[in-house]
């Protein structure tokens, strides 16, 4: 096992010792953003989001005897980080992202669920510091947190919004009651001289980003803040730059089968981020289920040659951090009609092929990764 995985897998949450703050944190080595674990030393990040209901009907109900059958198979496939929606006993046992869902405007969300909240409304202000303060406190103490993340896909972009839900983040705002904080804050922007949809979503982030930023370092100061999941292409420019002061990691969704070099050449070149890759996959039919989540491939081994393409394209861009596959067990999602696939079938057995893909790509980026330090 390499150094960089050993330094926090091997030790599974136990007597950690790092810098200052005893936190992950971040460092350039040799011209590369570098994760840190709290020992110092480099961290290649590789996981696995969405463990959560891992055998319904294994180790009856032992969430310690799951957990543990799920670290053993990860670390044993080359992933280091428990992703967002983990259970609590693996993030004891692996480094991990804590998620936090503080706003219904999620991409993914039906319309009975979505909306967008009046953000310019106190009330609404301090529900959220509440949430952050309830989501951090379970986090404390835990020396195998790697940082936070805030809302999951969240849909940002005017023109998608207006095709998908009828309305947007400003439109909502702007139709708001005349003595609503959002349509006051609204109709004082049009008093300044504005015009633009977009310069008003401007506001919208700066306003939300200071609650979620301000907060989450009050709650944890030097912390890692990983920021909204933004789903790839729904993150506006000014939404972003907004963000930006409060968030040390640039968190994107990617989509496709390949990496997209000169979109994430761009993207770093524009925000200045360690940009990490915090979900994404590419699936294949199976007998049972001709329909899959993500990127089809035709078959279990083009979708683990893809899998090996796309991290060793991704890891040779000095700027992204790490890498978070999509989803550990097949799962039906029956609001969509599609299976969400993982690594492994309903019944818990491995899809070999795309394990020894998985396994041997990881191993390769480890590789490649430390040969490239100083």
């Given amino acids: 096992m390499c150094a960089c995985l050993a330094s926090s897998m091997d030790a599974r949450g136990a007597g950690l010792k790092g810098n200052a703050a005893g936190l992950f944190h971040l460092e350039k080595n040799n011209g590369r953003d570098c994760l840190m674990d709290p020992a110092g030393k480099p961290f290649l990040s590789l996981g696995v989001n969405h463990v959560q209901n891992i055998f319904p009907h294994s180790f009856s109900g032992d969430r310690e005897k799951e957990c543990d ?6 670390t044993s496939w080359g992933f280091n980080t428990a992703g967002y929606g983990s259970p609590a006993p693996l993030t004891r046992m692996m480094p991990y992202l804590a998620p936090m869902y503080l706003t219904k405007n999620a991409n993914y969300m039906p319309d009975s669920e979505f909306y967008y909240p009046d953000i310019f409304d106190p009330a609404v202000q301090e529900e959220i510091r509440n949430v952050i ?3 951090v406190g379970k986090q404390l103490g835990n020396p195998n947190l790697i940082g936070y993340y805030w809302t999951d896909t ?3 972009d005017l023109e998608r919004a207006r095709k998908k839900r009828g309305t947007d983040w400003v439109s909502t705002l702007r139709e708001m009651p005349a003595d609503a904080p959002g349509k006051m804050r609204y109709e004082q922007f049009l008093k300044e001289g504005g015009t633009l949809d977009e310069d008003f979503l401007r506001l919208i982030a700066r306003e939300l980003y200071k609650v979620l930023g301000e907060e989450t370092r009050r709650r944890h100061p030097d912390a890692l803040i990983f920021g909204e999941r933004y789903l790839i292409n729904d993150h506006p420019n000014c939404v972003v730059e907004e963000a930006l002061p409060y968030i040390d990691v640039l968190s994107i969704q990617p989509g496709g089968a390949e990496f997209n070099g000169d979109f994430f050449d761009r993207l770093h070149a524009r925000f200045k981020k360690p940009i990490l890759l915090c979900d994404h996959q590419c699936s294949f039919p199976t007998p049972e ?15 683990g040659q893809a899998y090996a393409r796309y991290l060793r394209d991704a890891f040779d861009k000095s700027y992204i951090i790490g890498y978070q596959r999509c989803q550990y067990i097949d799962r039906f ?4 009609d599609v299976l969400k696939q993982g690594m492994l079938r309903e019944d818990g057995t491995p899809y070999m092929t795309l394990v020894r893909h998985i396994s041997e790509a990881n191993t390769e980026a480890i590789n490649r990764f430390m040969k490239h330090l100083k």
């Avoid at 059958?69 to 990860?74: E, I, R, S, T, Y």
């Avoid at 289920?289 to 979708?303: C, L």
């Avoid at 999602?333 to 969509?336: K, T």
């Fill in 333 to 336: 999602a029956e609001h969509r």
């Fill in 69 to 74: 059958a799920v670290f053993k198979n990860l």
């Fill in 154 to 156: 969240p849909q940002w």
């Fill in 289 to 303: 289920y001709s329909k899959t989540m993500w990127q089809q491939m035709e078959n279990e081994e083009a979708a």
């Fill in 133 to 135: 303060g309830y989501e």
